[in-house]
């Protein structure tokens, strides 16, 4: 195997891409410009308590592979250093303490497969780290990339303890089998302002930038992660958005847990008023992902509502409620499923002979005609997701309105979200 085969398989395992054969290179140059090389390396984790750590990374070591966690990595190195090794590979800041955190350890057990530790740089990391290159290795080059890229393996599932074997003798190549893609999978709570972080992302980036996102809000140390990585695992398509509401995540006891695309949020250890805030934020914030656990004066009504409600109370009780749809469209966001299902379930459950009107609105910005058209359709969509969740057709009717009943002043953006909404109305 190439030397580029190795610096493919960091990239595949990292997210870095071309930057993969730098960044290992960077590293390893930084590990060995310690007095003593690897040694001296070493004395750093030992003066922050972390000796224990570090040696087991060692090569031949009795004691499984000991995780690091990120901001305990910045802490050892040191601000400059991590900046500078930032710079030199041209990563982002933010991703490099979750990079380091899974580089170097492979790095130090690789340099170590033959019992020594090296007090000088291999020539391998010195051709890496040059961006050059490179030719076939040697044979005593070819020692420490097989353990090198043993130990990839282990960073992508999680650092998962277990030996690495010699390489058995060659055999007749096995017949491809597709690996069987799992969900991603993230939890979240907040204790006291520190931050506990689980699951499984598909990629050293994702999982580098979800930590330096959240220890950019809730400061260094105040971030604990328990995340593999496993490269089966699909992309979560929220992350992005997710790393985006970190700042209203700052409520002690807030709890939430992805699966796949399916969220459950808790609230419950929050007051009314934080547990509905924050409950629109995840709505609007997350339209790609179904929500469980929403909560709003609307949920609170609907709970609440007696079997066999009458009309004035059941709509009441809907109009607390919000749905959101897609921006300038009529299709329902995912995120929005959890209060039709209540909705539904409190039609259902209400007086049989109440009737009710689906009103779709939309502010005075467009085309007359378009904002009449939408209104009419979004009515439509809702009605439609009430029938499927069960509510007889002929209990519910959609119309539209345009622009022509606004409850708030369209010259201000907070007055058009107002008139922007489904509004309901017994018949």
Request: charged content about 20%; aromatic content about 6%.
């Amino acid at each position: 195997m190439s030397i580029e085969t190795l610096v493919s398989e960091v990239a595949r395992a990292t997210g870095l891409g071309q930057n993969a054969q730098k960044f290992v290179g960077v590293v390893a140059r930084y590990i060995f410009s310690q007095p003593g090389g690897l040694a001296g390396f070493r004395n750093k984790f030992e003066a922050m308590g972390l000796g224990g750590v570090f040696n087991s990374w060692l090569s031949g070591g009795e004691s499984p592979m000991q995780s690091i966690e990120p901001n305990q990595l910045r802490s050892v190195l040191g601000n400059q250093s991590v900046e500078e090794i930032a710079q030199k590979s041209g990563i982002g800041a933010k991703m490099i303490p979750g990079l380091l955190a899974m580089v170097v350890p492979a790095i130090v057990k690789a340099v170590t497969a033959g019992g020594v530790m090296p007090t000088s740089l291999p020539a391998g990391f010195a051709s890496l780290a040059g961006g050059s290159k490179v030719g076939k290795p040697t044979f005593r080059l070819w020692r420490w990339l097989l353990p090198l890229i043993a130990l990839l393996a282990l960073a992508w599932c999680g650092w998962q303890s277990r030996n690495v074997a010699k390489a058995p003798p060659a055999a007749a190549p096995a017949a491809n089998v597709a690996a069987v893609a799992t969900d991603p999978t993230l939890s979240f709570q907040n204790d006291g302002g520190k931050v506990t972080l689980k699951g499984t992302l598909p990629s050293v980036a994702q999982k580098a930038s979800l930590l330096g996102a959240a220890e950019g809000v809730f400061g260094p140390g105040k971030v604990a992660a328990d995340i593999e990585v496993n490269t089966a695992v699909r992309e979560a398509p929220w992350l992005e958005r997710l790393k985006v509401l970190i700042p209203d995540m700052k409520a002690d006891g807030l709890k939430f847990a992805f699966n796949g695309d399916a969220l459950k949020l808790d609230t419950s250890a929050l007051d009314p008023e934080k547990r509905a805030q924050i409950s629109r934020a995840f709505q609007s914030g997350l339209g790609n992902v179904q929500i469980e656990g929403l909560f709003d004066q609307g949920t609170q009504a609907l709970s609440a509502l007696a079997p066999g409600a009458n009309a004035a109370d059941l709509t009441a009780a809907l109009n607390k409620t919000t749905v959101n749809f897609d921006t300038g469209l009529a299709t329902l966001t995912r995120s929005s499923e959890g209060i039709l299902d209540l909705a539904a379930t409190a039609i259902k459950n209400s007086n049989q002979d109440v009737k009710v009107e689906i009103g779709g609105h939309t502010d005075s910005q467009g085309n007359a005609t378009t904002n009449q058209q939408l209104s009419e359709q979004r009515a439509e969509a809702v009605r439609t997701a009430l029938v499927k969740r069960g509510v007889p057709q002929a209990r519910l009717v959609a119309r539209g309105f345009g622009s022509n009943q606004p409850m708030g002043d369209n010259s201000t953006e907070e007055g058009r979200k107002a008139n922007r909404r489904i509004q309901y109305a017994a018949m």
